[in-house]
């Protein structure tokens, strides 16, 4: 198997700010003590906790490719399909950069849809397209993609 794409996410930043957020608020509370300290600081714990989760989400993004098939993960499952599976891929927009949603046909005729968070992942974009141009030029693009490919295209990353 080929190994995964690089993950592009610095998370090393954000889980030392809101951990060193969280203490001095719960600090602060805790040293003056005022009416309900006890809910204040379980509440801070609950939103640090929360916030360290979405951090975590963020690096287990995932995606590899072996001749015609390509594998992703967004946060729980890796997915594997091959390149002739593949029907349609939509753009969405995320803070880091635009991602895919792709549209995958199951052998059952089923269409299931999985995220690609390219965005998050050194050459992703151009390793996803290069893969669509290759393996599933059947595929259809959405506004957002074909204007993704052509900006790859005129910046030569992809063919």
């Known amino acids: 198997m080929s190994a995964p794409l690089e993950l592009s996410y610095v998370w090393q930043p954000p889980v030392l700010f809101t951990s060193v957020g969280a203490l001095i608020c719960i600090a602060a509370v805790a040293s003056t003590r005022p009416n309900g300290w006890a809910s204040v600081i379980a509440v801070l714990v609950a939103l640090w906790i929360g916030m360290l989760g979405f951090i975590w989400t ?16 967004r946060v729980r499952r890796l997915h594997t399909f091959e390149g002739e599976q593949l029907v349609r891929v939509r753009q969405y927009l995320t803070r880091p950069g635009p991602c895919y949603r792709l549209v995958v046909r199951e052998a059952d005729g089923r269409q299931h849809s999985y995220a690609a968070p390219v965005a998050l992942l050194t050459t992703g974009h151009s ?33």
């Open 58 to 73: 963020r690096t287990r993004a995932y995606l590899s490719v072996e001749g015609s098939r390509l594998t992703v993960r």
């Open 127 to 159: 390793t996803l397209f290069g893969w669509i141009l290759a393996r599933a030029p059947q595929a259809e693009l959405d506004r957002g993609s074909t204007r993704t490919l052509d900006q790859l295209r005129v910046r030569g990353l992809v063919g």
